[in-house]
């Protein structure tokens, strides 16, 4: 049999619709395409599902040549095929030529709308199992339940089906990078798992009962849950609207981090995924033939540029050693591959605000021709001597000591050496101000076996260090001596730089305790005006609309 060949769209509003035929006397899955214009009043149901590997491809017939599809996608199409109707249907490893990256960026411009027009968006799981069997028989079991006017009798549901449960919510599915706007922008979902079906909005009410009485063993799927939580109850889709989404006031950058490390077989697909439920998403335009990197990149700079912040910097490192995945990013670009498991912040989740390290300061960015480069201005405010781990501090923190007093160049008998209890304090001051760190402590934790562990495990990695100024604090693992702690303008927080011939990559955040609320900028002005008195901070808050009173300089990072 020959193999099947697109044929080009004949227009970017038009998008292709597959006509799944009725069964057959053979198994071979029989399919036509047929173009469709977008304003057409053609019916039909859209599939949301996980391509899986691609190169495990199952043939099918379409208009009677060869098209290879993805397995799972075939096994939902046996499972979705009418024994005597034909059935209009919307895939996109099908509808669009997966090949053609003109086409496929002109489509991705589409699917927002092709979800929002479909009658019913089917969900496919994946076949099923015992697990998702006794999983899909809770919910029935629960549905009756619900339905004759009966309170969901938590009592009734045994561990092994809470753990089910959990298993069925914790399909791919639910961790791939078009979930969130397939489901948010459907008027009806129906999830499917193998032959058992199943209402989205049935499911959502159940979990979220079920969560509420045993939440320790459904916690650790709290992403597919928050997923069923948008589930719609029916009422028509002007009521959601796109526009009353845009209305929550959340750009492209603040969802970035929510759905950062989700699945998705091209890294593109995380930014266009997310930019018709965006503020600003739409003045992204999808094109798969430019490079993931660019891509990141340009969201990450329109967001500066946009807003003065470099908010989205302090998310841009790894603090998991060895975790960064491959690839060609500017230092200074967030890798939303990564799992937020990989990365934390000083600032308070999930808004920040605690800490005003340049007080109210835009960023200033100056034109460059390159997408890859950053010019950013500030001052570099002090530099690493010596870092060293927490296990090391808990372990032997005498030798810790001696470091550190060498660093500082203060010998035994000096009133200014540090002291264990100085630096026990020290460190108690940087876990206090780091925020994820101290709300995962037990309060009042005194236990000297325990809290190590807790520490390094909060810290991510992280380590303590002691500047060249005397200073100590918090920062990456890749940190190293020499490394410059800066205060640039827009930036909340210190920012950690290296020198890398006439520019500098971008390390990461840090934590001191005498910086992180314009304490540098005060002794910058200090030094430049000496009559100046320094007990009025007030013109911290002033900074985004009046001029510094001291000098910057400008740091390239690549």
Not at 466 to 476: D, E, L, Q, R, V
Request: proline letters at 5%; aromatic letters at 8%.
């Amino acid at each position: 049999m020959d193999k099947y060949v697109y044929r080009p769209l004949s227009a970017e509003t038009s998008f292709r619709l597959l006509k799944l035929l009725p069964l057959t006397d053979g198994e071979a899955i029989q399919c036509t395409l047929e173009e469709v214009p977008f304003n057409s009043s053609w019916s039909f149901e859209a599939i949301s599902y996980v391509w899986g590997d691609t190169t495990n491809l199952v043939p099918i017939v379409c208009d009677e040549k060869e098209l290879g599809i993805p397995a799972n996608l075939s096994d939902a199409l046996l499972r979705f095929r009418d024994e005597t109707q034909p059935r209009y249907l919307w895939a996109d490893s099908i509808s669009v030529n997966q090949k053609d990256l003109a086409e496929r960026s002109a489509q991705v411009k589409l699917m927002a709308r092709i979800y929002k027009r479909a009658t019913c968006v089917l969900v496919w799981l994946g076949e099923e199992d015992a697990q998702s069997r006794l999983a899909v028989s809770v919910f029935q079991r629960h549905t009756d339940e619900l339905e004759a006017g009966d309170d969901i009798e938590s009592q009734q549901t045994t561990d092994l089906e809470y753990l089910a449960i959990k298993s069925l919510l914790g399909r791919s599915w639910f961790t791939r990078a078009w979930t969130f706007q397939e489901f948010l922008l459907a008027d009806e979902v129906k999830i499917h798992c193998g032959s058992r079906c199943l209402p989205a909005t049935e499911m959502r009410d159940i979990v979220n009962d079920l969560l509420d009485q045993r939440p320790e063993l459904l916690g650790s799927a709290l992403q597919a849950i928050e997923i069923l939580r948008m589930a719609k109850d029916g009422f028509p889709l002007q009521n959601q609207s796109l526009s009353h989404l845009a209305s929550q006031n959340q750009s492209l950058s603040q969802m970035l981090p929510w759905r950062r490390g989700v699945g998705a077989t091209d890294p593109r697909d995380l930014v266009y995924a997310l930019r018709e439920i965006s503020t600003d998403g739409l003045q992204v335009l999808p094109d798969y033939e430019k490079p993931f990197e660019e891509v990141f990149a340009s969201v990450a700079k329109h967001r500066i540029i946009s807003t003065g912040s470099l908010h989205c910097l302090e998310a841009s490192h790894s603090t998991v050693e060895g975790s960064r995945p491959t690839g060609n990013l500017p230092s200074w670009v967030p890798d939303w591959r990564e799992s937020e498991k990989a990365t934390g912040t000083f600032l308070p989740w999930p808004h920040g605000g605690k800490h005003s390290a340049t007080g109210s300061s835009k960023a200033i960015i100056q034109p460059t021709d390159s997408i890859r480069t950053l010019h950013l201005s500030g001052v570099h405010i002090d530099t690493f001597r010596y870092t060293f781990k927490p296990d090391e501090f808990y372990r032997n923190n005498q030798s810790v000591l001696e470091r550190i007093n060498e660093c500082a160049g203060r010998k035994p008998g000096d009133i200014h050496r540090v002291t264990e209890q100085s630096l026990k304090t020290a460190v108690d001051d940087v876990i206090d101000g780091f925020f994820l760190l101290k709300h995962a402590l037990p309060k009042n934790l005194d236990n000297k076996l325990l809290r190590p562990t807790l520490v390094a495990r909060g810290m991510k990695d992280r380590k303590f260090f002691i500047s060249a100024k005397g200073s100590f604090g918090m920062a990456p693992h890749s940190v190293r001596g020499g490394d410059m702690i800066c205060l640039l303008l827009g930036g909340r927080v210190p920012l950690l730089l290296r020198p890398f011939g006439d520019s500098y990559t971008f390390l990461g955040e840090c934590f001191v305790k005498e910086l992180m609320h314009g304490e540098g900028f005060v002794e910058l002005r200090r030094q430049a005006q000496p009559d100046y008195d320094h007990e009025d901070i007030s013109w911290l808050d002033r900074l985004h609309k009046e001029p510094l009173p001291f000098e910057t300089e400008e740091f390239v990072l690549v």
